[in-house]
C-alpha cells in the first residue's frame, strides 16, 4: 500500500490518503546482507521535490562475548 508523508521538525508523519502536503514515501530496498556479522538501519527520510526517500545503510554488529552481556543482565534481575 502506498504511504504519503510529511516532515515535521524531522519527524515523517504518515498517511494512507494523500492529504495537502504529503508526498509519497519511498522506502530503499533492503540489500542482502549477512545477518550474523551485520544489521540493516534506516537513515532519516529526506524530503525531494516529488517524493520522501527513506534510506537504509547496513551496520556491523559489535562482537561482544557471550559471558560478558549476560553477566551485565544478570545484575539488574
Known amino acids: 500500500m502506498q504511504k ?3 516532515l515535521v521538525d524531522e519527524n ?3 498517511s494512507s490518503r494523500q ?3 504529503y508526498k509519497p514515501v519511498e522506502y530503499a530496498k533492503i540489500p542482502d546482507f549477512d545477518q550474523s556479522t551485520h544489521y540493516a538501519a534506516q537513515v532519516s527520510p529526506v524530503e ?3 517524493r ?3 534510506d537504509v545503510e ?3 554488529l559489535e562482537n561482544v562475548d557471550e559471558g560478558e552481556g549476560f553477566d551485565e543482565m544478570a545484575e539488574f534481575n
Open 58 to 60: 547496513i551496520k556491523e
Open 52 to 54: 520522501i526517500f527513506v
Open 4 to 6: 504519503y508523508g510529511m
Open 19 to 21: 492529504l495537502e502536503g
Open 48 to 50: 525531494e521535490e516529488v
Open 12 to 14: 515523517l508523519l504518515l
